[in-house]
């Protein structure tokens, strides 16, 4: 099969599909939405129905358990069915329709059952040369159930309609098929004519060969397509050697990181074996000294193992659900007292309970980031910390009575840096900062802002989202 064929072929499939889905997706929603709509129209008719049956059972002085006896029941339904398209029936608590408008019962259904059990209760039913949409509700009375509504609309009318608008889509669809595939075959017949020139070239290409160049004498975008290919070819020679290049770097460097995790963990394997063979309390100091000696050179390694992985491409997943926001702040500062302890940093609380979207080991990441950011650069012996509802959203402060931000600086607290290489990465900080917490908090569908005086302290807002962002 030629290529012409094939892309005929691929766009006829593609229109079909596309056509296929059109008039799936519109049945279907018009469908729902006609449901939607009559289960709303019957659901409000039992809301009025429910409020004048009550009227009569004030009016005639009867008792509410003969509203759904068999001797007001009947009479009930048909009243209430007046001037309406639909039948009304009335059940009692034992699942016997006790009332009913019309001839049709369709006994068989849940619907009842769910009913008396507290809920409403939507079904589509077939009933000889067409459907129905029950609608079945219960009926409370001083605090219980004491029986229930229940709604049959005939949906014939319905049926009619839909298979209209089919017929409708499926002549419109065709007309625009039979367009499609004329034009398309003609236009596939212009394009693929000149694309034969390329076609020993592709060939060479498919094998490896990128050195052949194309030459086509057409001045149209067949002419630039070669041109590009030709520069393609050029382009996938140059990235080939320099994947390879890549390539053979990454594995020297995990070949270099295997040998040296392997060195100071054999080491430390060694003088535990030796520590048990000792029995001079000299020597296990040795030997402890080596052990800690090699730990701390496995952990200073880790590290730039974390370092280097940083500076790549990072993608933080989120997760979010509805979370208690004051727990996750109590949990947090649990995990930092001892490191505010030995700040001689003060710390205040005022939390209640608030309920908010977010993912908790993004968030306390974030308040890990931005206490810290206290601890170590504000110079400051107190932070307090609110936890309130504000402008629709949960908000947590964190102030401190620091040296406080230069307003120059502030602006650009925010702002990632353009080159990794830019970012600095010492033992004691990953370079991470203010602009991954702000990544966060977006990501998450809050916000995080940041006000700041001079000799005066500053001021963190963490902004989260009281309801669902979906």
């Given at each position: 099969m030629g290529l012409r064929n094939k892309l005929f072929l691929q766009h006829t499939v593609m229109v079909v599909m596309l056509l296929t889905a059109m008039y799936l997706i519109v049945n279907y929603t018009l469908s729902k939405s006609m449901i939607e709509r009559d289960t709303q129209t019957l659901s409000q008719y039992f809301s009025l129905h429910r409020i004048e049956a009550l009227k009569i059972v004030n009016d005639k002085k009867i008792d509410i358990q003969?509203?759904?006896?068999?001797?007001?029941?009947?009479?009930?339904?048909?009243?209430?069915?007046?001037?309406?398209?639909?039948?009304?029936?009335?059940?009692d608590l034992e699942e016997t329709i006790v009332g009913n408008s019309g001839d049709e019962n369709l006994l068989k259904r849940g619907d009842i059952a769910a009913a008396l059990s507290g809920q409403t209760a939507t079904v589509l039913t077939d009933a000889e040369d067409t459907q129905y949409l029950i609608y079945a509700a219960p009926f409370w009375y001083e605090g219980k159930i004491v029986g229930g509504f229940r709604y049959l609309l005939n949906l014939k009318q319905h049926v009619e309609t839909l298979a209209q608008m089919r017929y409708w889509f499926i002549g419109v669809a065709l007309g625009c098929l039979l367009m499609s595939l004329l034009a398309s075959y003609s236009f596939f017949s212009i394009l693929v004519k000149p694309l034969h020139a390329l076609k020993q070239a592709l060939k060479r290409v498919s094998v490896g060969d990128f050195s052949p160049k194309v030459v086509v004498n057409s001045q149209d975008e067949i002419h630039e397509l070669a041109k590009n290919f030709n520069q393609m070819s050029e382009a996938l020679q140059h990235h080939i050697a320099m994947l390879h290049y890549e390539q053979g770097k990454q594995k020297a460097f995990y070949d270099n990181m295997t040998h040296e995790l392997k060195t100071p963990l054999t080491s430390i394997i060694g003088f535990s074996d030796l520590i048990n063979k000792l029995e001079k309390l000299e020597d296990i100091r040795t030997c402890s000294t080596y052990i800690r000696k090699e730990s701390d050179r496995l952990l200073h390694m880790v590290e730039e193992l974390l370092q280097t992985s940083l500076k790549g491409n990072e993608a933080w997943s989120i997760q979010l659900e509805r979370t208690d926001l004051a727990a996750i702040i109590t949990d947090a500062l649990r995990i930092l007292e001892p490191t505010l302890d030995k700040s001689s940093i003060a710390i205040s609380v005022e939390v209640e309970p608030c309920e908010v979207y977010l993912d908790p080991a993004r968030t306390q990441q974030v308040l890990f980031n931005v206490i810290d950011n206290a601890i170590k650069h504000s110079e400051c012996t107190h932070l307090h910390i609110v936890l309130d509802e504000h402008e629709g959203r949960g908000r947590v402060r964190i102030a401190d009575n620091g040296k406080g931000i230069p307003e120059a600086e502030l602006q650009s607290l925010f702002v990632p840096s353009e080159h990794k290489a830019d970012r600095v990465i010492s033992a004691q900080s990953h370079g991470l900062g203010l602009p991954l917490c702000k990544q966060l908090m977006e990501l998450q569908g809050g916000s995080i802002r940041m006000t700041s005086r001079v000799s005066y302290g500053t001021e963190v807002q963490l902004l989260f989202n009281l309801y669902s962002p979906l």
């Open positions: 003969q509203l759904f006896s068999g001797t007001y029941a009947p009479l009930i339904a048909s009243h209430l069915a007046a001037n309406s398209n639909f039948q009304v029936q009335l059940f």
